[in-house]
């Protein structure tokens, strides 16, 4: 059973979708196929899941306010990845626990009962923040009850130690979480238990040494993937690197052999996972079918939020596509998952596109919610790719540079840009959802991911080369 105060929350919540709805569906930024918040604010994705025939995506959920909080963990159910179903807010902040937000987490079928870890985020009266791993239990996937405080803060941390992420394996479960330790280093920190509700404190099994790389490392994940074990961690505080590091914070991945028995993750340099402006925050899960399945939060922490348009219509974020996750070497490949081609609908398609300095819009290649695939590219110079006069995607087939720019809705317009090294294109695969876009270079080798505010009426795609590209282009509208 859930306590009163944490009922009488839920309803608060629910009120505020219902007065908001209207204001909220009136936005014409709001995505068509990605989940968002029905109302306020939303950031990680937590407890991913597939139990008992469903998918299920919790979130970080300010249902108030489009500015962060006391955090709610949102819900969505799905048989297919793609229709989403909202459910009741699974937990709402209320015990002396977590009264100032149930934190980011993870989700566990122990069972036959659905088990989420959180973290309980509490800022005392003289406001210094603690920290509480905490568990919570349904039977139904639907209705979630609280079992309390799994995990105090172990010595050594900061109260900066969250977002507990828990896996079996040969009998055991273990826990990840994401910590700051006392000299100010991020960490992730490993615990085991034989019944998730005593844990034993490992220690910590990856992390930077004396400031050299951040000051807390958030939202950790550690799976096993092709004989590798991946440990996925948004570190903040790293400082940007040429065309490395230059969002506010990153989020990226090791590749490694965790030893079970010794609790040492030996692992090798840090990837980002994204290179594009709005990405953090990941997390993952195996589905029916044994792929790895991530999805992240389409933001970052401190990065113009107060500046998104859609705040005017009491709502902010939203979360990335599903990706399903393959490692090629020591590298992960990020794939949007097969089942989007359940939306497509109007192919249109131009076999043998040949460019040659100069502009071209295609007829029937353009909209608000497109999938647009470029096969068997080729060129000399440069090719762009212009959508809703609002963001560009460029390739430079000399400087083996992949660029992507938009105009800022922070400042005025301006325009900013991410870049990655490449070192050949052959296909481009861009997923737009009215205001965000999502571009996988190479069947997933790099991917940008990005929101875009344009004016509503335009619609336009324009392709561009100053010497001379070829490819195969194939559109579907989406939805
Ligand atoms: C990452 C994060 C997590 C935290 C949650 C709070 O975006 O800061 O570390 O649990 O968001 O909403």
């Known amino acids: ?18 007065k908001y709805a209207s204001i909220v569906e009136s936005d014409p930024n709001r995505l068509r ?8 604010l939303m950031n990680d994705p937590n407890g991913l899941i597939y139990w008992k025939g469903q998918y299920h995506v919790f979130y970080q959920w300010m249902p108030f306010a489009t500015t962060h909080g006391a955090k709610f963990w949102g819900h969505y159910t799905s048989h297919d990845l793609i229709h989403w179903e909202r459910q009741a807010p699974a937990l709402a902040p209320s015990e002396w626990f977590d009264r100032n937000g149930c934190y980011s987490g993870s989700a566990v079928d122990n069972d036959g009962v659905l088990t989420l870890f959180y973290t309980g985020n509490v800022k005392d009266d003289q406001g210094v923040r603690h920290t509480y791993q905490c568990m919570a239990i349904s039977t139904d996937g639907l209705h979630f009850e609280k079992k309390g405080v799994v995990i105090y803060l172990p010595d050594g941390y900061t109260a900066h130690f969250r977002d507990p992420k828990v896996w079996k394996y040969k009998n055991k479960w273990y826990m990840v979480v ?11 920190v490993l615990f085991c238990s034989e019944d998730l509700i005593h844990w034993e404190h490992i220690g910590s099994i990856a992390g930077g040494e004396n400031g050299t790389f951040g ?20 570190p903040q505080g790293l400082q940007p690197e040429g065309m490395h590091y230059q969002n506010v914070y990153q989020a990226g991945y090791f590749i490694g052999q965790l030893n079970y028995e010794t609790g040492q993750y030996i692992h090798g340099t840090f990837t980002e996972l994204d290179r594009g402006f709005e990405f953090y925050a990941p997390q993952t899960m195996v589905d029916e079918h044994g792929r790895r399945i991530m999805i992240a939060w389409m933001g970052v922490p401190d ?18 596509l599903p990706r399903e996750l393959i490692l090629i070497g020591d590298k992960l490949y990020q794939r949007p998952i097969e089942q989007l081609q359940l939306l497509r609908s109007e192919k249109v398609q131009y076999p043998n596109v040949s460019l040659q300095k100069e502009k071209r819009k295609f007829d029937g290649v353009k909209g608000k919610t497109v999938e647009l695939l470029l096969k068997h590219i080729d060129g000399k110079g440069v090719l762009s790719i212009n959508i809703q006069h609002h963001v560009s995607f460029s390739y430079d087939f000399e400087q083996k540079i992949a660029t992507l720019e938009r105009e800022s809705f922070a400042r005025n317009g301006e325009k900013e840009r991410r870049q990655c090294a490449l070192s050949s294109l052959q296909t481009l695969h861009i997923f737009i959802d009215t205001s965000s876009i999502e571009i996988f270079l190479n069947e997933g080798e790099e991917v940008f991911t990005a929101r875009f505010f344009s004016n509503e009426e335009n619609e336009d795609i324009l392709f561009q080369t100053n010497e001379q590209v070829t490819f195969h282009l194939y559109k579907w509208k989406l939805c």
């Open 33 to 40: 196929y990605h989940l968002m918040p029905p109302v306020g």
């Open 178 to 188: 994401g910590a700051q330790s006392v000299q100010l280093d991020g960490k992730v």
């Open 215 to 234: 000051y807390m490392w958030e939202c950790p994940d550690l799976f096993h993937l092709s004989g590798k074990d991946v440990l996925i961690v948004c």
């Open 303 to 320: 990065q113009d939020e107060n500046k998104h348009p859609t705040i005017y219509y009491r709502w902010v974020h939203a979360l990335t």
């Open 1 to 18: 059973m859930k306590s009163s105060n944490e009922r009488r929350q839920i309803q608060l919540a629910e009120e505020e979708i219902k």
